[in-house]
């Protein structure tokens, strides 16, 4: 069974992560179930030229934040994990509290309670001793922590480039096929074409 894939997008900067995660979806069979934040809306006009309409076309179903009695909400709506990208302290803070107040914490919430996959790039810098405990809370309930940390031996030119790197990781952690990065000891040749990273495309 080809199971959904549930991501949230929230306020924290590079929103991006987030587009490109589910533009890279798109070429697979995957089903993708989408949470916007409403501050993601927000970001997706500062930081980007997308609008929300169009982020929302790239998914397959759409969730309103607020509607916490949406199907990924409940554990019996079987999916293959959740990917929260990006994620900011707060969701990070409700999460590892269980305080599930929205569609994102909350699904989030049942995705570790159902021992399922939930990746989590959370993205502030520095980090006070708060928000590494709240990290290792997470990591104890059984999720996966991933900031967006770029490596560079894969040759990067371009921002998008850095992009496609770490969400290949977060690809790597669902086992879901790409080449969106080039992996240590492979040619460059493997490693997929880059598109605007800024504008819809």
Same mark, same amino acid.
């Given at each position: 069974?080809?199971?959904?894939?549930?991501?949230?997008?929230?306020?924290?900067?590079?929103?991006?992560?987030?587009?490109?995660?589910?533009?890279?979806?798109?070429?697979?069979?995957?089903?993708?179930?989408?949470?916007?934040?409403?501050?993601?809306?927000?970001?997706?006009?500062?930081?980007?030229?997308?609008?929300?309409?169009?982020?929302?076309?790239?998914?397959?179903?759409?969730?309103?934040?607020?509607?916490?009695?949406?199907?990924?909400?409940?554990?019996?709506?079987?999916?293959?994990?959740?990917?929260?990208?990006?994620?900011?302290?707060?969701?990070?803070?409700?999460?590892?509290?269980?305080?599930?107040?929205?569609?994102?914490?909350?699904?989030?919430?049942? /995705?570790?309670?159902? !021992?399922?996959? #939930?990746? *989590? &790039? $959370? @993205?502030? /810098?520095?980090?006070? !001793?708060?928000? #590494?405990? *709240? &990290? $290792? @809370?997470?990591?104890?309930?059984?999720?996966?922590? #991933?900031?967006? &940390?770029?490596?560079?031996?894969?040759?990067?030119?371009?921002?998008?480039?850095?992009?496609?790197?770490?969400?290949?990781?977060?690809?790597?952690?669902?086992?879901?096929?790409?080449?969106?990065?080039?992996?240590?000891?492979?040619?460059?040749?493997?490693?997929?074409?880059?598109?605007?990273?800024?504008?819809?495309?």
């Amino acid at each position: 069974m080809n199971l959904p894939l549930v991501v949230g997008i929230t306020g924290a900067s590079g929103v991006i992560y987030g587009v490109e995660l589910l533009k890279a979806l798109r070429g697979t069979d995957i089903e993708t179930h989408l949470i916007l934040s409403e501050s993601a809306g927000r970001n997706l006009a500062i930081e980007t030229n997308y609008s929300v309409k169009q982020v929302h076309s790239l998914a397959d179903v759409v969730y309103r934040n607020k509607d916490v009695g949406a199907a990924v909400a409940s554990g019996s709506f079987l999916t293959r994990g959740m990917v929260v990208v990006p994620c900011t302290i707060k969701s990070l803070s409700g999460i590892a509290y269980s305080y599930a107040d929205n569609l994102i914490t909350r699904a989030a919430d049942v /995705t570790l309670k159902e !021992k399922r996959t #939930l990746v *989590m &790039m $959370v @993205r502030e /810098t520095p980090l006070h !001793k708060g928000h #590494l405990e *709240m &990290m $290792v @809370r997470c990591a104890d309930l059984g999720a996966t922590i #991933l900031p967006p &940390m770029p490596s560079f031996y894969h040759g990067p030119q371009l921002i998008q480039d850095i992009i496609n790197q770490s969400i290949g990781k977060v690809l790597d952690q669902l086992a879901i096929e790409h080449n969106l990065y080039r992996r240590w000891g492979s040619k460059p040749e493997e490693a997929g074409n880059v598109n605007s990273v800024f504008g819809a495309s």
